[in-house]
Protein backbone atom coordinates (compact mmCIF):
# COMPACT_ATOMS: atom_id res chain seq x y z
CA UNK A 1 0.00 0.00 0.00
CA UNK A 2 1.09 3.21 -0.75
CA UNK A 3 0.83 6.43 0.91
CA UNK A 4 -2.44 7.65 -1.33
CA UNK A 5 -4.09 4.76 -1.29
CA UNK A 6 -3.39 4.40 3.15
CA UNK A 7 -4.63 7.92 3.44
CA UNK A 8 -8.11 7.03 1.34
CA UNK A 9 -7.96 4.29 3.58
CA UNK A 10 -7.97 6.41 6.55
CA UNK A 11 -10.34 9.00 5.74
CA UNK A 12 -12.78 5.88 4.62
CA UNK A 13 -12.76 4.12 8.00
CA UNK A 14 -12.31 7.23 9.92
CA UNK A 15 -15.60 9.06 8.56
CA UNK A 16 -16.99 5.89 8.69
CA UNK A 17 -17.42 5.34 4.43
CA UNK A 18 -15.97 2.09 3.84
CA UNK A 19 -19.40 0.83 4.46
CA UNK A 20 -21.25 2.63 2.14
CA UNK A 21 -22.17 1.81 -1.48
CA UNK A 22 -20.05 3.35 -4.05
CA UNK A 23 -22.77 6.17 -4.89
CA UNK A 24 -23.61 6.71 -1.08
CA UNK A 25 -19.76 7.49 -0.47
CA UNK A 26 -19.19 9.36 -4.31
CA UNK A 27 -22.41 11.52 -3.12
CA UNK A 28 -20.95 11.97 0.14
CA UNK A 29 -17.35 13.33 -1.07
CA UNK A 30 -18.96 15.97 -3.73
CA UNK A 31 -20.80 17.45 -0.64
CA UNK A 32 -17.93 17.76 1.33
CA UNK A 33 -16.10 19.66 -1.69
CA UNK A 34 -19.28 21.55 -2.19
CA UNK A 35 -19.00 22.44 1.25
CA UNK A 36 -14.84 23.13 1.08
CA UNK A 37 -15.32 25.28 -1.79
CA UNK A 38 -18.18 27.36 0.18
CA UNK A 39 -16.10 27.93 2.99
CA UNK A 40 -12.97 29.01 1.11
CA UNK A 41 -14.78 31.19 -1.64
CA UNK A 42 -16.47 32.85 0.98
CA UNK A 43 -13.32 33.50 3.25
CA UNK A 44 -11.50 34.76 0.23
CA UNK A 45 -14.14 37.31 -0.51
CA UNK A 46 -14.07 38.12 3.72
CA UNK A 47 -10.90 38.74 3.47
CA UNK A 48 -10.84 40.89 0.09
CA UNK A 49 -13.28 42.93 1.91
CA UNK A 50 -11.59 43.11 5.27
CA UNK A 51 -8.50 44.31 3.15
CA UNK A 52 -10.06 47.06 1.16
CA UNK A 53 -12.02 48.66 4.03
CA UNK A 54 -9.68 48.33 6.74
CA UNK A 55 -6.10 47.53 6.24
CA UNK A 56 -6.18 49.56 2.51
CA UNK A 57 -7.38 52.48 3.54
CA UNK A 58 -4.80 52.65 6.62
CA UNK A 59 -1.86 52.30 4.78
CA UNK A 60 -2.45 54.37 2.14
CA UNK A 61 -3.36 57.31 4.31
CA UNK A 62 0.43 56.15 6.54
CA UNK A 63 -1.44 56.26 9.53
CA UNK A 64 -3.41 53.77 11.99
CA UNK A 65 -6.80 55.14 10.69
CA UNK A 66 -7.85 51.43 11.59
CA UNK A 67 -7.17 51.68 15.24
CA UNK A 68 -7.89 55.13 15.56
CA UNK A 69 -10.60 55.81 18.32
CA UNK A 70 -9.37 53.28 20.44
CA UNK A 71 -6.96 54.92 22.04
CA UNK A 72 -4.82 58.56 22.12
CA UNK A 73 -1.91 59.36 23.94
CA UNK A 74 -2.00 63.23 24.68
Known sequence: ?????????LYNVTMGLYMLDWW??????????????FICYNGSRFATEFYDS???SGLLAGGNSAMEGVYHAN
Request: include cysteine; aromatic fraction near 16%; glycine fraction near 0%.
Open 1 to 9: MNWISRKIH
Open 24 to 37: ERCLFNILILILLW
Open 54 to 56: YLK
